[in-house]
């Protein structure tokens, strides 16, 4: 059985983007109030008296965005200082970042995956949902800037659509030649808004593959390693291609992974709603952490039973949260 040890946590689900797939302009999505967001505190109490004990030793920071929390850089000092803590990283837009990267980095975090669908500053827009100035740049300056206080790995994710920037992928694979960045394909997925692309679905990576090994050639860098992505590199890049092919490709038999949203609920799988834990509420009414930690343990032990199989089992995934609600 897979060792589950990652936590993704989400400090937050508002964000100053709408993506289109992932909370699109005019979708009504309830925010939760801050009275019911997890507090620091309370935070790091499930870190080291829940989570740690029961075998979690690395943490991703992600949202909604992430820096919008009010005290993001105090957290992850206290998350970085944590010596059980193998691994820090965040999953950010970036829009924030330039001027926070170094304030970061001096807390203790050491690996960024920055959002980036387009190198095209008007389609850039277009996907995030901006009608105002153009938000391109500072998302720029802060992969700049954290290229430069040095974050390493440095990733970028970027999700393909079908006749919105899949035209970019041999443009945006070209970054990895000269730097030492990491970019990362990743499928659409139709959480919360499946009807978004509609015939236009989404790209298998298997074709940007073929791309982009049509164009470069393609080495297989490390396939199947502890995250989701399959790694590949362009011959003497400095930097890796990898692809998140959720929706071709089930890897659901090797999640390592759990799910912490901002006001508390811990999910065992992305696209199964069963199974989860509302460990604020536990919290808040005075259920010890011995026993928060025995309920984690039991869910950890039928994890495997709730992961999502689609694809061996022919059914839907349960797609009724968008990806900043349940904190991607
Ligand atoms: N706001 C941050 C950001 O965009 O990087 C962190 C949260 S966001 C939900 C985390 C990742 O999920 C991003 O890389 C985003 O592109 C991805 N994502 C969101 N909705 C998605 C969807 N429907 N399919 C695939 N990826 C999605
Ligand atoms: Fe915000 Fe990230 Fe969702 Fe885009 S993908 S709307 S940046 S949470």
Request: proline content about 4%; hydrophobic content about 40%; charged content about 25%.
């Amino acid at each position: 059985m897979n060792q589950v040890d990652y936590l993704r946590i989400s400090l937050i689900d508002r964000c100053n983007f709408r993506c289109q797939y992932c909370m699109p302009e005019g979708t009504e999505l309830d925010y939760i109030v801050k009275q019911q967001l997890l507090t620091d505190s309370e935070l790091l109490t499930l870190i080291e008296s829940v989570f740690i004990p029961v075998g979690f030793t690395r943490f991703r920071l992600t949202g909604g965005e992430p820096l919008l929390r009010p005290g993001v850089v105090e957290l992850v000092g206290a998350i970085a200082s944590l010596p059980e803590t193998q691994d820090l990283s965040m999953t950010t837009n970036g829009f924030l970042l330039a001027p926070m990267a170094q304030s970061l980095y001096d807390a203790g975090l050491r690996r960024i995956n920055i959002s980036l669908d387009s190198l095209e500053p008007d389609i850039f827009d277009q996907i995030i949902g901006n009608r105002g100035r153009s938000r391109w740049q500072d998302v720029w300056n802060g992969i700049q800037a954290a290229y430069h206080v040095g974050f390493d790995p440095l990733k970028l994710n970027v999700v393909v659509i079908p006749g919105v920037n899949d035209t970019e992928v041999l443009d945006l694979a070209a970054l990895t030649i000269e730097k030492q960045w990491h970019v990362r394909f990743i499928e659409f997925m139709p959480i919360g808004n499946g009807d978004l692309f509609g015939d236009r679905g989404w790209i298998a990576s298997e074709q940007l593959r073929l791309d982009i090994r049509e164009r470069w050639g393609l080495t297989e860098s490390q396939v199947r390693g502890n995250g989701p992505a399959d790694v590949f590199q362009i011959p003497g890049a400095k930097g890796t291609l990898g692809f998140i092919s959720q929706m071709s490709e089930c890897f659901c038999d090797r999640c390592n992974r759990m799910r912490l949203s901002a006001d508390g609920w811990l999910r065992p799988c992305l696209l199964n709603e069963s199974g989860q834990i509302d460990l604020k509420t536990a919290l808040r009414t005075g259920i010890t952490t011995r026993e928060l930690r025995e309920q984690v343990r039991e869910l950890l032990a039928i994890k495997p039973e709730i992961n999502f199989k689609g694809r061996d089992t022919g059914t839907e995934g349960i797609y009724t949260r968008t990806m900043s609600q349940i904190g991607g």
